[in-house]
């Protein structure tokens, strides 16, 4: 006896695929991600190249206590930190293994903004008396983010090179983008760290929005925000990826699974010069969190209609060519970008078959945990070198 024809209300309008098919792709996606983190062997390689990466920065003086600083899961370009390809004003110097973070080293400790000028809604000038190490010549009243980066660069490689022997090697260290990116090894894994020199400052900036309905009474999160090393004429931009850390954690899983799938696959798109980078996908996840009801997005089997909408909701925002940023009102992340309709086409074809993308990026985050020897990643290096990849 033939089975009865399955019901077709679960149906994609706009690419005829099955949302229960796409809901087991962002599983299956999300799975295969957590992997390259399992194994006790694993697990161990990346305390010890934490432990190394530390012992490091504590060579470079006058800085912080290790405690001040911010570790990130996920290469510099992750979708972590508010960075664009035009930011980093170069590609990064070697690929991103399975296993990569960024780590937010404070050069600066500031107790408030009130000695900071700022230049726009998302940029601020640093006063030079800030900073404690000494000129070597006449300083300009404001400290740029060049030349910190500059000093970090030069102070840290100086600590790599006068490493002795220990558990990892280190495979390549090397400044790029107002930061440093080292490679640490054993002969089956590869571990990366971006460190990204930054001021902290306590409190919030002017006209900061929404962040205080996420401090609790215990002070968590800290009321702390960043200065990243990228903006125009020697700016700092404002960051908040302490607070916004704390807001991932609080993802419901299916938000979670949509945010991981949209990144994965829209990363190289994003990533593409004139492109804004793949923060932009987590800045459109939270709008969609402040005008959804939480019941709707904290249903797993909603995961796949969430994937899609954010896909749409990118697509148009780039057609606009406007993506507000929405803790600082005045500070759009694509504003004077003329690349919006391109991104948005490249991005309406992905809506038209999201399952053909989601399982070219499964299949890619197979042969990352497949073929991860050494020499496999160093034979393709050459290849992927080029570009910043997410992690």
């Known amino acids: ?54 012992s490091l920065i504590a060579r470079v003086h006058p800085l912080p206590s290790a405690n001040t600083f911010l570790l990130l899961s996920g290469g510099l370009c992750s979708g972590y930190l508010d960075v664009s390809p035009t930011d980093l004003g170069c590609s990064s110097p070697f690929i991103c293994p399975s296993i990569s973070y960024t780590l937010l080293v404070p050069i600066i400790r500031l107790p408030s903004p009130k000695d900071l000028s700022q230049a726009s809604p998302c940029h601020y000038l640093l006063p030079s008396s800030a900073w404690a190490p000494p000129a070597p010549g006449p300083r300009a009243s404001h400290l740029s983010p060049h030349e910190v980066s500059l000093w970090f660069s030069a102070a840290l490689l100086s600590a790599v090179s006068g490493l002795s022997e ?69 700016q700092w931009r404002v960051g908040f990826p302490g607070a916004e850390l704390y807001m991932r954690r609080f993802l419901h899983p299916a938000l979670s699974r949509v945010l991981r799938a949209s990144t994965a696959v829209l990363g190289q798109i994003l990533q593409e010069a004139g492109a804004p980078g793949p923060y932009v996908v987590w800045v459109t996840l939270l709008q969609a969190c402040q005008r959804l009801p939480r019941g709707y997005l904290s249903q797993g089997h909603n995961a796949a209609l969430c994937f899609l909408g954010l896909l749409e909701e990118l697509s148009c925002l780039f057609l ?56 496999d990643k160093e034979e393709g290096e050459e290849e992927r070198g080029s570009g910043c990849y997410p992690s």
């Not at 606009?320 to 003329?338: A, E, M, T, V």
């Not at 078959?353 to 020897?373: H, M, N, Q, S, T």
Request: aromatic content about 6%; overall charge negative; charged content about 25%.
């Open 166 to 234: 220990s558990p990892l090697s280190v495979e390549r260290a090397e400044p790029w983008g107002n930061c440093v990116s080292i490679l640490l090894a054993t002969p089956s894994l590869l571990v990366r760290f971006d460190l990204v020199p930054v001021v902290e400052v306590q409190g919030w900036p002017p006209g900061v929005q929404y962040l205080d309905d996420w401090v609790l009474e215990d002070g968590l999160p800290p009321k702390v925000f960043h200065l990243l090393p990228w903006g125009p004429g020697g």
């Open 320 to 375: 606009r060519g406007s993506c507000p940023n929405p803790f600082l009102p005045g500070c759009d992340l694509l504003l004077g970008s003329p690349h919006g309709p391109c991104l948005a086409r490249r991005i309406s074809e992905v809506r038209a078959d999201p399952a053909r993308y989601l399982r070219e990026v499964i299949r890619e985050a197979k042969e990352v945990v497949k073929g991860g020897d050494k020499g």
């Open 1 to 54: 006896m033939a089975s009865p024809a399955r019901p077709l209300t679960d149906l994609d309008f706009c690419s005829g695929a099955r949302v229960e098919e796409l809901n087991k792709l962002l599983e299956e996606l999300e799975r295969r991600g957590s992997v390259a983190l399992q194994g006790k062997e694993v697990l161990q390689t990346c305390v010890q190249a934490k432990d190394l990466i530390f």
